[in-house]
């Protein structure tokens, strides 16, 4: 998967507009089938901060890492 290669400063980086991650950087705790939001730092959340934009769903609710499954489909 070249995706996971590491970038350069100033180096071109893939932009992800449909499709999944797993991810740990989560603020709150979700549930499976819950909008995902942008939420400060660049964490998704379960829940809209003031005009936060939908990112997507959550597949799956944080499991006992703190990891979630974030289906991912931006305009």
């Known amino acids: 998967n070249w995706h996971k290669d590491e970038v350069q400063k ?4 893939t932009i992800l507009t449909k499709g999944w991650i797993v991810t740990d950087q989560i ?6 089938g819950q909008t995902a939001y942008l ?3 660049g964490l998704v959340a379960g829940t809209q901060d003031g005009t936060a934009p ?3 769903r959550f597949l799956s ?3 006992a890492d ?3 499954k974030v ?3 931006l305009p």
């Open 10 to 13: 100033g180096g071109k980086v």
């Open 27 to 32: 603020s709150g705790t979700p549930t499976a």
């Open 39 to 41: 939420a400060d730092a």
């Open 54 to 56: 939908a990112i997507g």
């Open 61 to 63: 609710t944080k499991d």
């Open 66 to 68: 703190g990891y979630a």
């Open 71 to 73: 289906s991912i489909n």
